[in-house]
C-alpha cells in the first residue's frame, strides 16, 4: 500500500518535473507561472514528507550494479584558482569549514573527516536530463558531524558552498551551491563523500568531498564542497532560491 502509493506520488512528480523541465525556459520569465509552481512545489514537498518516513532509506543495489561509466556532469574539472591550488597539493591543505548558524564552528582537514563515523552504499544517482548511474559511495555520515558542531535552533538549512564556477557571467554568484533541510541532512545516507567505487574520489565526480542525498535528484548533490554553513533561510545568498540551478528555475526540493 505505502509502496503503491510512493509510485504513484513519484510518477505525479515526474510529470511535474517533466512539464518544468521541458517549459522550463520559457516558464521562468511568467512570475505568475512561476509562484503556482512554486505553490505546487510545496504541495508536492508536504505530500511526500507526509508519506515517506523520514529515515526511510534509499534503495541499494549490489556491486554487480555498479554502473561500468557513471557520467560525470556539470562541473567535471573546476578551474578556480583556489581548487587547483588545492588539487595540486593533493588536498593536503584542504580545510572543511562548518559554520553559520552552529554552537562549534569546525575547520576539518580530510584526515579528520575520513575519523568520522563513516556508511558505504550502492545508490543510483538520477540526473534531471533522464539518465542514471549506479555508483557505490563511503563517506562520513552527515548526522553525527551535525551532533558534534551543534546546530543552533534557528539553524533550519545547510547550504553547502562549492569551489566551482559554473556560470563565469554571474560573477560571484556563478559559483555552484545547494542546500537541504535537516531532515534530509540527518537521514543515514546522507554522506560527505570521499570513496567511490572503492577509489579516492575523482576530481570528475567532486574531488575531494561531495554529497550524497540519496533521496533527491543529482543537481542536489553538491561536488567540490568548500564549506557548509547552517542557515534559517537562504534569501541572503547568490540568487536566494537555495542553489544554483533553483536560482535558474529548478525545485528547490527535488525528492525521489
Ligand atoms: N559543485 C557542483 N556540484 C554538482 C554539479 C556541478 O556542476 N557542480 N552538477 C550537479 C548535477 S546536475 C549532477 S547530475 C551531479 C553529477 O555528479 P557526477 O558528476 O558525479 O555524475 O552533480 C551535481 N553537483
Ligand atoms: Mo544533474
Known amino acids: 500500500m505505502a509502496l503503491d502509493r510512493r509510485h504513484w506520488l513519484k510518477g505525479a512528480l515526474a510529470t511535474v518535473s517533466g512539464l518544468w523541465l521541458s517549459a522550463c525556459e520559457r516558464l521562468t520569465d511568467s512570475s505568475l507561472v512561476q509562484t503556482t509552481l512554486d505553490k505546487t512545489e510545496v504541495l508536492t514537498r508536504k505530500a511526500q ?7 526511510a532509506l534509499a534503495r541499494e543495489f549490489t556491486p554487480a550494479d555498479i554502473s561500468r561509466d557513471f557520467r560525470a556532469n556539470g562541473s567535471i574539472s573546476p578551474g578556480d584558482a583556489d581548487y587547483r591550488t588545492l588539487l595540486q597539493a593533493g588536498f593536503a591543505d584542504y580545510r572543511l569549514r562548518i559554520d553559520g548558524l552552529v554552537d562549534r564552528p569546525q575547520s576539518l582537514s580530510l584526515s579528520d573527516i575520513r575519523a568520522l563515523p563513516a556508511r558505504t552504499q550502492i545508490t543510483r544517482h538520477d540526473c534531471v536530463e533522464g539518465w542514471s548511474s549506479i555508483g557505490k559511495w563511503t563517506g562520513a555520515q552527515l548526522a553525527p558531524l551535525l ?22 557571467e554571474a560573477g560571484a554568484k556563478g559559483r555552484y551551491y545547494e542546500s537541504i533541510d535537516l531532515v534530509d541532512a540527518r537521514h543515514p545516507q546522507t554522506l560527505l563523500a570521499y570513496e567511490m567505487n572503492d577509489a579516492v574520489l575523482p576530481v570528475a565526480h ?27 533561510d537562504f534569501a541572503h545568498i547568490a540568487g536566494g532560491k537555495g542553489g544554483y540551478w533553483e536560482d535558474r528555475g529548478y525545485e528547490w526540493y527535488a525528492g525521489i
Not at 157 to 166: A, K, Q, S, Y
Open 206 to 232: 567532486g574531488a575531494p568531498l561531495r554529497l550524497r542525498v540519496e533521496r533527491q535528484l543529482g543537481y542536489k548533490h553538491a561536488k567540490y564542497i568548500s564549506r557548509i554553513e547552517a542557515v534559517a
Open 49 to 55: 514528507r507526509g508519506l515517506i518516513p523520514p529515515q
Open 147 to 168: 551532533e558534534q558542531v551543534g546546530l543552533k535552533p534557528e539553524a533550519r538549512f545547510l547550504v553547502f558552498h562549492c569551489f566551482d564556477t559554473l556560470d563565469p
